[in-house]
């Protein structure tokens, strides 16, 4: 075939590919949700000389021809698996660990010192008014750096939860770290989500009872239940090409006694666990019925205790262990609360008069802990 034969050859494939592509993209709907990364999708923006000129009409348009291309999700598959068999061990911020763990990168540098000073310094205010107990979880990639990729770098939450301890006091501080390492060859963290498990939570729990000298329930590991055997959670939704799936199990002791549960001032129901999320994709919402601003719940254990967690979703899974030691349990997620908190906390129950208990794990409470 002649160069210029070959010249036409070329620009016909290419503008079959193109017509091709164009076709499906004027038949294809828009989708507002990515099942596979489970986050929202752009939207067309809408069009403006002013945004056109800016440029910035062109960087969200760009962004939204990215969510919606056609065949996208397959797409993205087939990268990730091309990823995985060249030999990366680390993928859009997952690494791929030992043993089916795929575990959340946390880079150092994301972690200054001026970042922990800003939020050691909000929990003074909690410790003095409040007495409250700090409770920070250490994140898998710390407890599970065995599993971890050879030289992989992950922030340093020991440390970190050293100078927690030393700012709020040993009174104040709940050492959950020493508790976790000590089982860390047990099945304390999702292979395929960034919480810990059940399981997790009871050492967290008996954690808690030593840091607080409180009584131990007597919860059996050897009898817990199975709720679902198929779960790949946020780690999966970021990776969504290996195998691994995982079991939720809970305490049925957690599950048998009455409650009564009001999600932000409006729903209420009679258990701390929603049985409908473990038909969907999202089946860490079955404890507390996924994300809430306020939790009020109301035991059967009429002692007359009150406590008050300030949380994010690692207490989601421990709350149910706490059922025997509270009559009533309140739970604030600063993440969707927008009030004030300590108006909130005197409203619930005058200082002096509750228990108060910091719940988060290590990186979400640097990343996101602050409240007005």
């Known amino acids: 075939m002649s160069e210029k034969g070959n010249a036409f050859f070329t620009i016909g494939i290419l503008s079959l590919i193109l017509f091709i592509f164009i076709t499906a993209d004027f038949f294809n709907v828009d989708r507002v949700y990515s099942e596979t990364e489970m986050r929202l999708l752009s939207e067309k923006p809408d069009y403006d000389w002013e945004s056109m000129l800016s440029g910035e009409y062109a960087g969200e348009y760009e962004d939204y021809i990215t969510d919606q291309f056609p065949g996208r999700d397959k797409l993205v598959k087939i990268k990730m698996r ?45 410790v003095e008014e409040w007495n409250a107990k700090i409770m920070l979880v250490p994140t898998a990639d710390n407890i599970l750096s065995d599993k971890m990729p050879a030289y992989a770098q992950y922030y340093d939450e020991e440390a970190f939860l050293e100078r927690v301890k030393e700012r709020v006091g040993e009174h104040n501080y709940i050492d959950v770290y020493s508790v976790l390492s000590e089982h860390s060859d047990e099945e304390i963290y999702y292979r395929t989500d960034h919480h810990w ?67 932000d001032l409006e729903e209420t129901t009679d258990t701390l666990y929603e049985d409908s999320y473990l038909q969907g994709k999202n089946q ?89």
């Open 82 to 126: 091309t990823d995985i068999l060249s030999g990366r061990k680390e993928i859009d911020g997952v690494y791929i660990g030992e043993d089916g763990y795929l575990i959340e990168k946390h880079s150092p540098e994301a972690y200054t010192t001026e970042l922990e000073n800003e939020k050691l310094a909000l929990l003074d205010g909690l």
């Open 197 to 263: 498990t059940t399981l997790g939570a009871y050492y967290g729990y008996q954690a808690w009872t030593q840091g607080t000298s409180s009584f131990k329930f007597p919860y059996d590991i050897e009898n817990m239940t199975t709720v679902s055997n198929d779960f790949q959670g946020t780690m999966y939704s970021k990776l969504p090409v290996v195998s691994t799936v995982d079991e939720i199990k809970i305490f049925p002791a957690t599950a048998f006694r009455e409650v009564s549960v009001m999600y």
């Open 284 to 372: 860490y919402g079955y404890f507390l019925d996924d994300n809430h601003a306020f939790t009020k719940i109301e035991t059967d254990y009429h002692n007359g205790r009150t406590l008050f967690v300030i949380k994010d979703s690692y207490a989601d899974s421990f709350i149910p262990l706490l059922q025997p030691h509270y009559e009533t349990i309140y739970a604030v997620d600063l993440r969707y609360y927008n009030g004030l908190l300590f108006k909130l906390m005197d409203e619930c129950e005058p200082r002096g008069g509750m228990d108060v208990l910091v719940l988060y794990n290590c990186a979400e409470f640097l990343e996101s802990f602050e409240y007005y």
